[in-house]
């Protein structure tokens, strides 16, 4: 079954850190880009981050630049969020998401995981 | 930055046609994808590339995007319909998605 499982959230003070993970099942991992995207209570859906199949590109939403970074490990079909100098915005349920593989350019997000909660609060 | 418009809601009787509009300056000129969300559940992609459906999404899904507007076309909307749904496109190296159009079948 193609799967991603993320977890790591958790409640942390405004300026504090944590690390996010995604763990994929089910497919070939190094074959995919893979995303971060976030979801305050009651908002809608906004992208954080990308990565290229073997990391050797990423991209992020201006919002996070700088305090968050993206990271992949292919032998162990896993995605890594490292988020530093959290604050209360960022407060959301965060997924992984799996890009497709379009013939040509870049494609939507085909596999989502069930996403994992982070709450910025003192 | 580039920005992607979705009604805040839109509603449809059953069995009648649901269609949800997305807008952006020459959106036409990109592809459009389009998720489903339900409430406590993870987005599901109903529509990429503008108008193909993924394997398991039903035929009375249908997109279509020309001009400055995307369009996610629901032909005889059940009930199982109701749901948050999201517009997304590329912009450059950046992904944007719309902010949601809830779609109440009453």
């Known amino acids: 079954e193609v799967q991603l499982v993320e977890s790591g959230g958790g409640l ?64 162990k079909n896993t995605m890594y969020l490292q988020m530093n100098s959290l604050r209360a915005e960022d407060t959301a349920l965060y997924y992984c998401a799996r890009e497709g593989m379009a013939a040509a350019g870049p494609d939507g997000f085909d596999i989502w995981g069930q996403g994992t909660t982070v709450t910025v609060s003192s | 930055s580039y920005e992607l418009t979705q009604p805040p809601s839109v509603s449809v009787s059953p069995g009648q046609t649901a269609s949800i509009t997305c807008s952006a300056d020459k ?29 398991g999404i039903p035929e009375r899904f249908s997109g279509a ?42």
């Open chain 1, 12 to 75: 942390v003070q405004p300026g504090g850190s944590l690390r996010l993970s995604c763990v994929a099942s089910g497919f070939a991992f190094s074959s995919h880009w893979m995303h971060w995207v976030r979801q305050a209570p009651g908002k809608g859906l906004m992208w954080v981050s990308g990565i290229h199949n073997d990391g050797s590109s990423t991209t992020y939403a201006d919002s996070v630049k700088g305090r968050l970074t993206i990271s992949r490990d292919n032998a």
């Open chain 2, 27 to 55: 959106l036409g000129n990109k592809f459009a994808w389009w998720y489903q969300q339900k409430p406590g559940q993870s987005p599901v992609l109903v529509i990429y590339q503008d108008s193909k459906r993924p394997s």
């Open chain 2, 65 to 106: 995007n020309s001009g400055n507007t995307a369009t996610l076309t629901i032909s005889g909307t059940q009930a199982m319909d109701e749901a948050d749904y999201y517009c997304q496109a590329w912009d450059s190296s950046s992904v944007v998605f719309g902010g949601g159009t809830k779609l109440t079948v009453l």
